[in-house]
């Protein structure tokens, strides 16, 4: 899987942003029928979702589509997955707590719609969150994502602007991401009027190791790029360290001092990894 | 178990303050043998803890009431635990590290005492901490509390205000609390003098999922108690929430916009989970 | 091992700087192999280290001297475990990702060397993190270091001055040294020409457990015992601690108001290990 910095999700129920959902430019959309579809339309959001997909195929050939269904432990995804077709690139998967969901969900899927798909798992509750490397690292799965106000609300605690009481969950499941080798969705920023906020928590995303970020607003693909992306500075800095240590290297030298900091070999590959970024 | 926002520590080895322990409104009291008590003075402190018990029960009689032994480890316990009768509510076990210590102190209680209590387990080492989930998933546990003194002495490492160096620790036993479904108490605020320190402790500790509160004064009972419940302005948001997105819902709408926010189902829960709380 | 505050790295291709490794007064010296020394020089680099063994054993008999090898996953790591002599205290193995890594290197060590060498293992892959109480228990190993570029390099993450994306990580090397029973070494702080940085890094690297850090350049050494040591402010306060417990004691109380401080067992042995420390 290439780079997935933005997935944009589009309600199920809201055939006209449907539409609409590519044009922001994100590097995946998410067709929901899940949290953002209220139960009574559940049925109406699946016809406007098996609708919405041929021509959203066919205007973006190789944008990455997927449809969230409902958990697999819900009466709606018997249903939902009759949605699935091969224009789909795969089905994200929520509130996945074990290994053996994904199992269920694969030969579910398969059996119905013959074939044999792809998953992003949602991690969403304290027990995925425990077990995020044995779901990550499933057949069949080629990403997760960190889902913070399911996991506090399955948790029992309370959402802060700090987000101390997501860092340890956050952090594994992007260190699972890592072990399994899969792309890794940051947590949702739900404030989509505060563009400050969302590049706060996208900047952290990506320190921790993230790939990407779910989005629920357009207007969050673009900074959702930006953050996941390398700074002209960044380029720069990494362009002069990797000169610098290159000259170094001849001299036979492989710990230096770049403008007043030890480089040795791990900091020259994030250089050159911020370069090969570009 | 209900609600239990405070757990109020009384030294087993001052009858005084064990008469007026339930004054505060404490949700439970816990009558202390282990570390309030100095060594000389256990036996002591276990007449008074034995005569303290059937007034407090009469005066008290739906006050959860527990007291705290000496660890299984030490030459007290065995004593400590003649204490045990059928007006207590349980035993709170300290520095426990696996469950195996569980099986050992019911036992042991059982064949002492002939009743089978229930346990609020310590985890207060690093071993514990790293055994918590198993120990909050014995059988007879029915909360552990979070020592961060103990767990910070066992480390090898330094209490700072920030307290990073228990974040990890933290968390974990409030996770492991909720996988097992009992009540998590988080940690004792030392600094019984400063009311800000102790609510701002209290909000993280309510953030990361604990349900209440160790408590080592009768100042911090009515902090507790408030830290852990909404307050006006959180409720007053959640039912504004809750009344949008429920017209927004008969629109065939599940995710809005809500005061800049976007709001779907887990967010809605949380907000029914605040007034329900009330 | 007795406390070890400090372990000075020195590249094994700048033999003028081996020779001068101890004059910084370090507890440990490290002469490194692996990334200090660029590929070109792996060669030069065995012979300057060799050569530089002897005289710094003579001229400090009881100092701990390391050897850091390149990974057993190298071509070079054959070849560097030549340097082995009972000269040395034993090797620092980069990158250790399982248990299995330290028993093959101590294998490949005895058959070259005819000596059991002693081991720190490097624990700065996301594996190796996950795997760390499982490495740091295994036969031989007496320290692990903390290695936070390495480490945010394989996860994919960003380094940043506030270190959130190694909490974690750092957290875990920290207790599992603890449960090992081990000496426990901070991250490197590459910038070298900030003492402040210095001094906040190994404050927070104390407050986690650790018992010392990685130093990269002699001016670290200093602060990094002063970093690892109590300071006087500590220690009077201590003693002023100790001594008001010891007479609650003598009155039979065990949990006492110290400068508004609750203070009990945990507090009072605390405060008795920054005494036993100077």
């Known amino acids: 899987m290439t780079s997935l910095r933005s997935a944009l999700f589009g309600p199920g129920s809201r055939p006209e942003l449907l539409a609409k959902l590519a044009r922001s430019g994100p590097d995946a959309i998410i067709l929901d029928l899940e949290d953002a579809v209220p139960p009574d339309s559940k049925e109406n959001a699946r016809l406007a979702v098996t609708a919405a997909i041929p021509p959203l195929r066919t205007l973006n050939p190789t944008l990455p589509i997927y449809v969230r269904v409902n958990s697999i432990t819900t009466s709606w995804f018997t249903d939902d997955i009759q949605c699935v077709t091969e224009h789909l690139s795969g089905i994200v998967l929520p509130k996945v707590e074990s290994p053996e969901t994904i199992c269920l969900a694969r030969s579910a899927i398969e059996e119905r ?5 792809n998953f992003i798992a949602g991690l969403e509750t304290v027990l995925g969150v425990v077990n995020a490397t044995s779901i990550a690292t499933s057949n069949g799965v080629i990403g997760c994502y960190f889902g913070a106000e399911d996991y506090v609300l399955d948790l029992g605690g309370i959402r802060t602007r700090e987000g101390l009481e997501v860092l340890w969950a956050r952090t594994q499941v992007a260190v699972s991401c890592r072990l399994a080798g899969i792309a890794a969705f940051d947590q949702v ?6 563009p400050e906020t969302f590049v706060q928590d996208a900047s952290i995303g990506r320190s921790l190791g993230f790939s990407g970020k779910l989005c629920i607003h357009p207007s969050q693909v673009p900074l959702a790029h930006s953050a996941f992306s390398a700074t002209p500075a960044e380029v720069d800095r990494a362009l002069r360290l990797i000169e610098t ?3 170094a290297r001849t001299r036979g030298e492989g710990a230096i001092n770049f403008e007043g900091q030890m480089v040795d070999e791990p900091l020259a590959r994030q250089a050159q990894r911020i370069i ?3």
């Open 245 to 247: 240590y290159a000259k």
């Open 189 to 194: 920023v739900t404030d989509f009027s505060s």
């Open 113 to 117: 719609a013959g074939i044999l798909v």
């Open 276 to 278: 090969d970024s570009v």
